[in-house]
């Protein structure tokens, strides 16, 4: 499937774990905080365990397109928009934590967003088939990447009116997306 607007083929992606610190060493999306992360420390965190970096990649190159990171994090209860919940979660809400999604420039709006996007729910789905925790947790940079997640089920946590909100998409709803 090539993507409208784009020479991306979406069919000849690939998405692994991060193989080198040269699979990201040109990677540019434009977001300045996510370029110079990516230069500076998304390898080195990644071999501490401190994080896992994913990239999309051509079939046969080991050149990232896109990437994400996940890692496991622990929010306040109260910041669960139920109530119950909150009780339930009230030590803490185990979250896995979605840090950076980036797109290389080149390769924006066409559709290599959203299948790194569904790859990382994906692993956390396979993830709680083995250990328990509330949902995928992120922050969204600014109010575009918000309208985008909350369009995959992703709402605001409360008590949040930051400009990088804190989003929660709860497991049981991955858990359906993908046992559907």
């Known amino acids: 499937m090539t993507a409208a607007g784009s020479s991306l083929d979406l069919d000849r992606i690939e998405i692994s774990p991060l193989p080198s610190k040269e699979s990201i060493s040109r990677f540019t999306c434009g977001e300045h905080e996510i370029d110079a992360w990516t230069a500076r420390k998304a390898s080195k965190w990644h071999e501490q ?3 896992k970096v994913f990239i999309a990649h051509d079939k046969g190159s080991a050149v990232a397109r896109g990437f994400y990171c996940l890692s496991f994090s622990t929010e306040e209860g109260s910041k669960l ?11 803490g809400v185990p979250l ?10 080149n390769c924006q709006r066409s559709g290599l967003g959203k299948l790194l996007l569904v790859d990382s729910l994906r692993r956390a789905h396979e993830v709680s088939r083995h250990v328990a925790f509330y949902g995928v ?3 969204s940079l600014n109010e575009k990447t918000t309208k985008l997640y909350e369009k995959f089920g992703f709402g605001i946590a409360a008590g949040e009116g930051s400009a990088h909100p804190l989003m929660i998409l709860p497991i049981w709803t991955i858990n359906d997306l993908f046992e559907a």
Not at 85 to 90: E, K, L
Not at 96 to 105: E, F, G, K, S
């Open 137 to 139: 947790g992120l922050r």
């Open 96 to 105: 896995i934590y979605l840090t950076y999604l980036a797109v290389q420039r």
């Open 49 to 51: 365990n401190r994080t």
């Open 81 to 91: 928009t139920s109530h119950q919940h909150r009780s339930i979660w009230s030590g």
